[in-house]
């Protein structure tokens, strides 16, 4: 059974770090991309970044708004993905999904983890 | 970017047919994806490929794309079809996928 499951969020101060991460069972997950979506509360989904399979060259890409302040690695012996998040603001607060994808651009995200919230506040 | 603009909002009775719909510019010449989301829990594919529904999802959902618009039909709506729904394309030009915001489902 393909399951992802997200881990590490929490309350952090605005201006702070928190890394995020999403780990995988049930599936080859160095043959799969993960990508990054995050919801706000009442808010949509947002895609939020991705990096692509070792044969792929891990090539990782971002959102505008999180360029520069958000970095997403993995450890494909450990099956697992990270999201690195610094200078966290307010409006990142939000549950943040992980998804696998297969690289082909126009194949779905079929299988998402549960979320892990993340909560910026002073 | 591409942009995808959804109703925030259709309300349907139980047993009858809704449709949510996904505009965006020669969404036609794209792939749509849908997805349910309902609160606290992860989003579930229920239509891919514009057509296509994952094993596990009944019957009573199908999907079209022609044109500037997509939509998602879900046919003898229950209960339990109460969600949020979004439409997801890959926009080439950027290179990364866009969500359309959202059209929430309520059950009468």
């Known amino acids: 059974e393909v399951q992802l499951v997200e881990s590490g969020g929490g309350l952090v101060q605005p201006g702070g770090s928190l890394k995020v991460s999403c780990g995988a069972s049930?599936?080859?997950?160095?043959?799969?991309?993960i990508h990054w979506v995050r919801q706000a509360s009442g808010k949509g989904l947002e895609w939020v970044g991705r990096i692509r399979s070792k044969t792929n060259n891990y090539a990782t890409a971002y959102a505008a708004s999180m360029k520069g302040r958000f970095t997403i690695s993995r450890d494909d012996s450990k099956n697992t993905a990270y999201l690195q998040m610094n200078s966290l603001k307010i409006e990142d607060t939000a549950v943040y999904y992980c998804s696998r994808h297969n690289g082909y651009s126009t194949s779905p995200f079929d299988f998402w983890g549960q979320g892990t919230l993340v909560a910026v506040s002073a | 970017s591409y942009v995808l603009t959804q109703p925030p909002s259709v309300s349907v009775a139980p047993g009858k047919t809704a449709w949510i719909t996904c505009g965006g510019r020669n969404i036609g010449s794209k792939t749509v994806h849908w997805f349910q989301k309902k609160p606290g829990q992860a989003p579930v594919l229920v239509i891919f490929y514009d057509t296509d529904r994952p094993s596990g999802i009944p019957e009573r959902f199908s999907g079209s794309n022609s044109g500037n618009t997509a939509t998602l039909t879900i046919s003898r709506v229950e209960a339990g079809d109460e969600a949020d729904y979004y439409c997801q394309v890959w926009d080439s030009d950027s290179d990364h996928p866009v969500f359309g915001g959202g059209t929430k489902l309520t059950v009468l």
């Open positions: 049930g599936f080859t997950f160095s043959g799969f991309g």
